[in-house]
């Protein structure tokens, strides 16, 4: 596919976990970091996490330890564990893709809603 593709979204109480992944196989690019970044109603875009091809990640300070990024080199997805969502944590998740080049590629997004 020509852009990130997100996954894993959905629906879940107070307390719950979710694994959202992001797949992006393009060939014809090569992708030196991958990012997650979320949006939440009415606030601008934020960034979470983000990790690079040789497995080195960052996170935001909000992170706390709650979230993790990972990813699967060999299958090209990156993913991002949540745990101990809040309804502040409701948001639609974006995944972004960086290249060699400085180009940064952006997926479409999923969502998260935590409400019990």
């Known amino acids: 596919q020509g852009r990130p593709v997100e996954s894993g979204g959905g629906l879940v109480p107070p307390g719950a976990s979710l694994r959202l992944s992001c797949e992006f196989s393009r060939r014809d690019v090569h992708i030196i970091a991958t990012g997650w970044h979320r949006q939440a109603p009415g606030k601008e875009r934020e960034l979470i996490a983000s990790?690079?091809?040789?497995?080195?990640?960052t996170y935001a300070p909000f992170v706390e330890g709650r979230f993790t990024i990972s990813r699967d080199t060999a299958k090209k997805v990156t993913y991002l564990h949540l745990t101990n969502l809040t309804p502040d944590d409701t948001a639609v998740y974006y995944c972004s893709a960086r290249d060699y080049y400085g180009l940064d590629f952006w997926g479409n997004g999923t969502r998260v809603t935590v409400s019990s």
């Open positions: 990790i690079t091809r040789g497995g080195s990640a």
